[in-house]
């Protein structure tokens, strides 16, 4: 939700998003956009998917104030959301549909389970930006319910 407009590069040949703040609640003046995330790992470069770009795209083009930040998902009067309040937005968003009972966290694991069944948990861990694996594997990557096929490695016949 600190995501400015100056955090895309909508029109590369590769669009990307700037992960380089987030927010943070100050008790004396509220809600801040801090120019640094939670760790240096939070900090990166993520390609954007051509949905990402559309709604980017049209969040931006919606013409709400962005307020001094230029922000790209503003509140009501141009600041920054509320972290509970985006949560709320998406669950009224999605009741009564087929997809109701998906939440925030449901959508962070399942783009770590796809993306670590086709690149691996140190790429869907990079792509969350955490640091390591361990957090990844064990809060948003699905276990598989069955075990990979290695039945052709096992019968090979070599043993130690």
């Given amino acids: 939700m600190a995501l400015t407009a100056d955090d895309l590069d909508l029109n ?3 669009p990307v998003m700037h992960v380089r703040a987030t927010v943070v609640p100050v008790s ?3 809600l801040i956009r801090q120019v640094e995330p939670k760790s240096s790992a939070s900090r990166r470069t993520v390609p954007m998917t ?3 770009v559309a709604a980017a795209r049209t ?5 709400l104030d962005r307020g001094p930040l230029g922000l790209v998902f503003p509140n009501t009067r141009g600041g920054l959301r509320q972290p ?6 998406v669950a009224h968003l999605l009741d009564g549909t087929d997809l ?6 449901t959508m962070r694991k ?3 389970t796809r993306v670590a069944r086709a690149h691996g948990s140190t790429v869907a861990a990079a792509v969350l930006g955490q640091s390591g694996t361990a957090t990844a ?3 948003y990557i699905a276990r598989m319910a069955q075990a990979p096929d290695v039945r052709a490695t096992l019968e090979t016949g070599q043993s130690f």
């Fill in 50 to 52: 051509s949905d990402a």
């Fill in 12 to 14: 590369a040949d590769l």
């Fill in 100 to 105: 109701e009972w998906v939440r925030t966290h």
């Fill in 84 to 89: 509970g309040n985006v949560r709320t937005d």
């Fill in 59 to 63: 969040a931006m083009g919606l013409g």
């Fill in 110 to 112: 399942t783009v770590a």
């Fill in 137 to 139: 594997e064990r809060h």
């Fill in 28 to 30: 004396e003046t509220g």
